[in-house]
């Protein structure tokens, strides 16, 4: 079974310091990874993604993510964070075998302070 | 990114009532389309999938008498919440995969619909 964890329910930030959220995983095979974010009554909007290759993985909005497979964590960075950043994050996978749905964590809210 | 369009964004409906929610591809053919429920701070929950032209597969706990979903074309599926409770209430988002231009695509997401039931 796959399954997704992101430990942190909340993570504040001040706005122009790096941040993290943080995601790690867990599939039988080889994983698709994916992270996605949402703005209030809205749906989800992709980030980005990993399939194969690089490690390192850049989206949209300057976030990207890297991909490690001894630690099985897949976290989101930013450089530098913007106010307008704010939402709630949702790390997924699914393993790449079939027409599977994606498995989401349980969501972290990122809030970045001016 | 390929478009998936869900309506209404956000509807209320007396308890006892039907309703319908559409989701919609509008350049891609969606083969498989995921039907997913979110409570207030909670992460998504995967109700549904269905494959165009087959009977959705529903996840362990969700009636599938309640929860009617239909994918009869390759750019069309719905979920009807028959006979609605205020229990019901909760954001519902679609998520649709198939083929654009011959090659698969992931999963793109609807917009969501809040569904009150008073």
């Known amino acids: 079974a796959q399954s997704v964890a992101q430990p942190e329910d909340q993570v504040n930030v001040a706005e122009g310091n790096p941040l993290t959220v943080k995601c790690t995983y867990s599939?039988?095979?080889?994983?698709?990874l994916f992270w996605y974010v949402q703005y209030p009554n809205r749906g989800l909007q992709f980030l980005l993604k990993y399939i194969t290759g690089d490690n390192l993985v850049k989206g949209s909005y300057g976030f990207e993510a890297e991909f490690n497979k001894s630690q099985t964590s897949f976290h989101l960075k930013k450089p530098s964070a913007l106010v307008s950043d704010s939402a709630l994050y949702f790390c997924a996978v699914r393993d790449t075998s079939g027409n599977t749905p994606l498995v989401f964590g349980k969501g972290t809210r990122l809030s970045v302070i001016a | 990114g390929a478009v998936v369009s869900q309506h209404p964004s956000w509807v209320i409906c007396k308890s006892g009532t039907s309703v319908k929610i559409e989701c919609r591809s509008l350049d891609f053919q969606a083969t498989t389309m995921f039907w997913y429920r979110q409570f207030p701070k909670q992460s998504l929950m995967l109700m549904a999938t269905s494959n165009e032209g087959s009977k959705a597969t529903y996840e362990q706990g969700v009636e599938k008498d309640k929860f009617l979903i239909n994918h009869a074309s390759l750019t069309l599926s719905t979920l009807t919440v028959t006979s609605a409770h205020p229990e019901d209430s909760s954001f519902y988002i679609c998520?649709?995969?198939?083929?654009?231009?011959?090659?698969?695509?992931?999963?793109?997401f609807g917009q969501g619909t809040r569904l009150t039931v008073v």
């Open positions: 599939v039988s095979g080889n994983p698709y």
């Open positions: 998520s649709a995969r198939g083929y654009r231009a011959g090659r698969n695509t992931e999963a793109f």
